[in-house]
Every structure is written in structure tokens, then in C-alpha cells.
């Protein structure tokens, strides 16, 4: 026992000395089974694996880093644990989670029984039960056997339903509903329980009679039932065949980005948006494009987006696209497309029709009409009603008339100033203008930052609303 201690003591003293060198931070020391680790490092740009400070992310294993010498999450196969990142199987990663209790969580490394005495699983990371009634447990096994509110029981631990890794198990979207466990469960999970219990196919997106049969795949995998005794396993789909989503093997439903799913020959078949290819015209210079429109005589692949310095063009019957380097005359470029100008458009929708209007125009199946009110800023209702005006004018009756001098907005009686247009300015004592400074008699009076004369007791506001008198 004191050769273990004098150990232990030298291992210590060797971190607190690490600082010298420029390796673990000052009395940052993390003690794993008798194994002494860093656990904040000294260089703020460092990163913490498997106990080591490194100058660089290997691998990307730290996923989120504050920038403090620590990581926040880690990429798998690491356990995140005190500020670290430790490798799932080799040490120090067996001495904080045996490899066998290690499961995944959009592939996040979760522990689902700790290894070091009075630890637990909170959101599946080993911490000391320090934290109110996260976790309820009976004695130290290192597993939660209830959760407390906010949190809800997984696979050993106590989970926050707001934030990942439990954001993606349950479906809660209250912290306070069903306190300790799950209400509803998310794909790729089954609500028994008040428990998430997690297809045996991780690719699986609902289960079907039993956790180890699929009925229905995430996207990038099919549904086979001819592998496994009847059982529904996910395959994944091709990415040789360009396949992003597919119904069998080499039957595509949608494609990787610059490819599309044709639909002549054999089914579910991928082709370059650029290229084309069996009968399929391609695009040049298009880089993301939908199946041709069966009108479309050469088969060519409808465009959607075009390669950089290039402008998309529709033709006039929507169903055939090009690139072009410079728009035609009768054309404006708006983002990376040419357009049929509209006036008063402010932005066009996919099909090139009006979806916001400047200001004085409201918008009338995809085009802008003028508000026929002077100096209108919106009529969305009707051309010949106002429903706000411009600045400096105020809205009576649906008409615009003009604001006291100096002032932005009079809404309901342009007699009362209710803004200012020049920012450092007041609102005079009678409201019905602005003025640079508060008359004698008056107090500079501010709500927010806009500012008001207001006349002292027993004074009241001049006939012109200038002056305070008595």
C-alpha cells in the first residue's frame, strides 16, 4: 500500500510538474486506476487523447474543443470523459468503460456502465454522482437505475432530452414531460417502457416484429429480406453506382449530387447531370439537375444549379435548361439564374415569379402591383388602401398624409409625433413636431432612446406646441 502511494504521489508530482515543459496544465491531473493522465492542457490549442496533450487532431477525434485545452465531444471510437478523449479498447479507454459496454449513438462512443467507483453514465460520459437526482442508483455499480427531471433513462444512464446525445434518442420535447423517462422514441428506436430500446440494425429506421427485424431503412440502405432467415436487414446502396437512396440493389430512387435517376431501360440507373449518357443528354457546366421532362425531345437533364461563372436558364415552357456564361438581353441575372425582370420584385421563386415585392408594390400571383396611395410602403390588402406608409408620413383612412416637421412615423393622427426622424433629436412639448433642443420650462424625457420634451408643472404646451407657458 505505501509503495502504491509513493507511486502515486511521484505520478502527481510528475503532472503538476508538466507544466514546465509545456505538457499538462498546473494541477490538472486526472487519476485512473491508480494511472495518473492530464486532463487540461497547458497549450490552450492543444488537444486531449488518451490522456496526452497533442498539438494536433488526429483523426478529428475531438469533435468540439472550447479552445481551453480540453475537448468538449469526441468523434468515435472515443469515450468522452473529463475533458478528454480516450480510445474505446486499449488503455487508458478500458480502465473508464469496458469495451463491451461501449454502444453508439450517431456515431458518438456512449459508456453504458462505468468502470471507476462512484461513477455513472450522464449523457453517456462517466461522471462522479455529485449532480442532484440526475441519477438514482441503489449502490456503485456504476449504472443509473432512474433519472430525475429533465432526464430520462438509456441503456444504463440518465440522458437530457435538449441536448445530444439524447436529442437523438427520444422525441420528448419538454424537459419536464415524463420525468425519467421517454415519452416517444425516435427513429431507429422502439418506446417500451418508457424505454428507448435501439434496433439491432443501426441503420434500421423502424423496427418490425422483434429489435432484430427491419421494416423500414434509413436513407442510403434498402430493406433485404432474402439475407437473414426472413428477418429485414439494411444493405447499403451502391455509392459506385452514384446511388443515394435506392430500393434494391442497383435500383436508385435518388442520386448523389450531379447525377440523376433515369427512367428508360433499367430501372433506378444514375447519369451525370453534365454528361447524360443512354439515351440522356446531359447539361455542360451543370452541376445539380433533376430527371429530364418527358416533353424534353433529347432527353436532357433538367438543370438546377450551374458550375461557378456560369448563369441558369429556363426555357420559356419550363422544360429545358442551360448554362450560360452571360445572360440574354431580354434576361437579368439574379443570383446564379436569368431572369424576366419584373418590376417592383425584390426576389423571384424557382420558377422565376415575384415572391417579395420592394416597397409601394404588393405582391398578386407572382407579380408586383404599384400601391396607388402616395408615398405607401405597403398595401398588402388592396392597391388603393395603405396599410403602412412611408417615413415622415402618417396612415389615416388608409391614405398617407404628412407627418409634423421632422418626424419619421405619426401613425393614427399626424398631429402627434410619434418619431423622430434624425435619431438625436426630441419630440417637441405640443408632440406635433421635432425639435434639436427642449425648450426653457421643459425636461429632456427619454423612453428607450427616444427622446420627448415634457413642460414642468404648471406649464403647458404653446398654441405652435414649441414652447412650455403658463
Known sequence: MILAWMTLAGALASCREGILDGDCFLLSC????????????????????????????????????FGNGTCDSCAGPYLSYRGGCYRVGEEPGNFICKPEDVFYVDGTALCRKCVVYGEFPIDGSCTKKAHGNRCGTKGYEGTCESCGTGYFYHNGGCYLKNRFPGNKIC????????????????????????????CEDANCRKCGISMSDCEICHDGYYL?????????????????????TCIADGECISCVRGFFAGFMGPSGQCFSCDKGGDGYTGVPHCQTCLPPHPNTPDLAAFCTECADGFYLLVSDDRTQTRCVASCPKDKVRYSNRCVT????????GRNDECVKCVSGYRLVDGICERCEVDNCEACASSSSVCDTCEAGYGLE????????????TCNGDTSVCTMCLVRWEYISPGRNCCISTCPEHSSDVYDGELGSCECHSNYKPSDDGLRCEQ
Open 30 to 65: 486526472d487519476v485512473i486506476l491508480d494511472q495518473v493522465y492530464c486532463s487540461v492542457c497547458t497549450a490552450m490549442t492543444e488537444f486531449l487523447i488518451d490522456g496526452q496533450c497533442l498539438p494536433n487532431n488526429v483523426d478529428n477525434t475531438c469533435r468540439h474543443s
Open 171 to 198: 422525441a420528448d420535447s419538454s424537459a419536464i414531460e415524463h420525468v425519467g423517462h421517454c415519452g416517444t422514441c425516435l427513429d431507429g428506436y422502439e418506446t417500451y417502457k418508457g424505454e428507448c430500446l435501439a
Open 224 to 244: 433485404d429480406r432474402d439475407a437473414n432467415e426472413g428477418k429485414g436487414v439494411c444493405v447499403p446502396c451502391s455509392p459506385a453506382n452514384n446511388c443515394e
Open 341 to 348: 425582370e419584373l418590376q417592383g420584385c425584390h426576389n423571384y
Open 397 to 408: 383612412d388608409g391614405a398617407c398624409n404628412p407627418c409634423g416637421k421632422g418626424c419619421r
